[in-house]
């Protein structure tokens, strides 16, 4: 039994005439009459009676015409979903980003994403970037914005760089003696005391590489935090945090303060696993974040990476 052999059965129930079935269907009436003989002997019972040219469902036609009609209803409904996913009227999207990428760049990119595709579901995990990295791997993300770790990119990852942008010295806006600095040394800023990200964060490890080179033991203040809260840290006075710079803007609560040259700047990309094709929505997806990018006005210092 096949599609075929049920579209022809429905219409010659539905017509109660071979020929006129066959004229529907636009297929020659011998096929047509063949098949059905093909499927009344695969099932063991006519289908038709055909006394006097009369054509008339026997019981096994009668039994068979509600799941005939059913079987082809639930195949146009697989296509229709197939057809709505291949025009992105459907899908499913999981994007990983760092909590850096969370506050600054992904909610924008979502917003716009979800005006043109809204009927695209959109998964989100924020996390550091080996987790990303790791649960890409493994087949649980299908794109991430993480950082690019100096030893270079994750072999079985397609990479796309997409900004490259400094760490700054955050601190309370109002914070008079910081009000002169127009740059900080490591130095400096580890003779403060330090808000500092809790252990497994990359810009703690960042941060701690930065003192480790310059000789100096940071002092904490409070350790342990996610961004949002370092950065509310902050701005409560607790202490100074070495943050993206993409983080401070629209937080007037919070002063920047570059660090000095040669500074710690940081690479963002775009990645995906190199041996799965991305889904159509996860492709457009891409699209979107890199146009966001190339449009974007960023604030100074931080650069795009990608070509106009």
Request: proline share 6%.
């Amino acid at each position: 039994m096949n599609l075929q052999q049920l579209a022809y059965f429905l219409a010659v129930a539905r017509t109660r005439h071979f020929t006129q079935a066959a004229d529907q269907l636009d297929v020659a009436q011998p096929s047509l009459s063949k098949q059905i003989r093909v499927l009344e002997e695969e099932l063991g019972a006519p289908l038709f009676s055909r006394a006097r040219g009369n054509i008339a469902l026997t019981p096994a036609g009668e039994a068979l015409l509600p799941l005939a009609r059913r079987i082809l209803a639930d195949v146009d409904t697989a296509r229709l979903e197939v057809q709505e996913l291949v025009g992105l009227r459907r899908g499913r999207v999981r994007l990983g980003a760092t909590p850096s990428m969370c506050v600054s760049l992904v909610a924008e990119v979502l917003r716009r994403f979800r005006d043109r595709y809204p009927g695209i579901r959109l998964q989100v995990q924020e996390s550091g970037s080996q987790d990303l990295v790791r649960d890409l791997t493994r087949g649980e993300l299908d794109l991430a914005l993480v950082i690019v770790p100096g030893s270079g990119a994750e072999p079985a990852l397609t990479t796309t760089s997409i900004l490259r942008e400094p760490l700054v010295v955050a601190s309370p806006a109002e914070a008079k003696p910081l009000t002169r600095w127009t740059h900080l040394k490591i130095e400096e800023l580890a003779a403060r005391e330090l808000v500092m990200f809790r252990p497994g964060y990359d810009l703690r490890e960042a941060t701690l590489a930065a003192c480790r080179r310059a000789g100096v033991e940071p002092r904490f203040a409070v350790e342990g935090g996610e961004m949002d809260a370092v950065l509310r840290f902050v701005e409560a006075g607790l202490g100074l945090a070495l943050v993206p710079s993409l983080v401070l803007a629209n937080r007037p609560g919070l002063r920047s303060t570059p660090l000095a040259p040669p500074g710690i700047p940081r690479t963002i990309a775009l990645a995906h696993r190199t041996d799965v094709a991305l889904t159509n929505a996860a492709a457009a997806f891409r699209d979107t974040v890199l146009a966001y990018v190339r449009e974007a006005e960023f604030p100074r210092g931080v650069e795009v990476l990608l070509s106009a």
